[in-house]
């Protein structure tokens, strides 16, 4: 199982109202260093933006999340994943295209792409049975 992930923006969300979700779980093990989260300037910056709307969540909570070592700094390209019916999901899986990590969504669009994406992508909860599995 990979160590290297990226959280789609959701992933966050959830963690945050549902400390014992498998989203939290996820979350935890990004915080313990026990994964890699990959990350570029557009996902860190969706991320910071929603967390900064919602009341209860905070974006001083997620910034350490965010370790230099985790940043992606090749070219990603969105465009070509039109296949993502939303724009500002593309992002995402630009990059875990680019960077060959694991994608991490609760989003359906994302999901149904799976199987043209080229890096893997899973539910939190399927991620989480995956590694347990070894």
Do not use: C
């Not at 939290?24 to 313990?32: G, P, T």
């Amino acid at each position: 199982m990979p160590k290297d992930v990226i959280l789609d923006t959701n992933v966050f969300v959830a963690s945050g109202f549902n400390p014992h979700s498998a989203s939290a779980k996820v979350v935890r093990q990004v915080r313990e260093g026990k994964l890699q989260m990959i990350w570029d300037r557009h996902t860190r910056g969706e991320i910071e933006h929603i967390l900064g709307k919602i009341p209860g969540l905070s974006r001083r909570d997620s910034r350490a999340l965010f370790q230099k070592s985790g940043r992606f700094r090749g070219r990603t390209h969105p465009s070509r994943f039109r296949y993502v019916p939303d724009p500002a999901d593309r992002k995402f899986a630009a990059l875990a295209d680019a960077s060959g990590a694991t994608l991490i969504s609760n989003d359906d669009d994302l999901l149904r792409g799976r199987k043209r994406a080229r890096a893997p992508i899973m539910t939190p909860r399927e991620f989480q049975r995956k590694r347990s599995k070894g």
